[in-house]
C-alpha cells in the first residue's frame, strides 16, 4: 500500500467515513474513491490533483501532505 492509500484509509477511518459519505461530500464518484483508498496514486486509476485538492478538503487534511502522499510535491512545498 502506497503513501496516500494508507493516508487516504487511516483518515476515512478515523473519521468513521465510508467511501460514500466521501464521495458525497467531493463529487468525486464512489468507485474512484475506493480505489484511491485501496491502491493509492498507484494503482490502475490516479487522482488528478483537482481529486486530491477536494479529498485534503474534505478530510480535513493539509494540501501539501495529501499532494506528497500522491507523490506530486515535496514535503513543505506550497500547494
Known sequence: ?????????DTMRRRHMTPQAVAD??????PRI?????????????PTRSELTELA??????????LHAAGLTPVGSPA
Open 57 to 66: 478538503d474534505a478530510l480535513g487534511l493539509p494540501r501539501p501532505l495529501v
Open 25 to 30: 461530500k467531493t463529487g468525486i464518484r464512489t
Open 1 to 9: 500500500m502506497n503513501d496516500l492509500a494508507q493516508l487516504l484509509h
Open 34 to 46: 475506493r480505489v484511491f483508498a485501496e491502491d493509492g496514486s498507484s494503482g490502475p486509476i490516479s
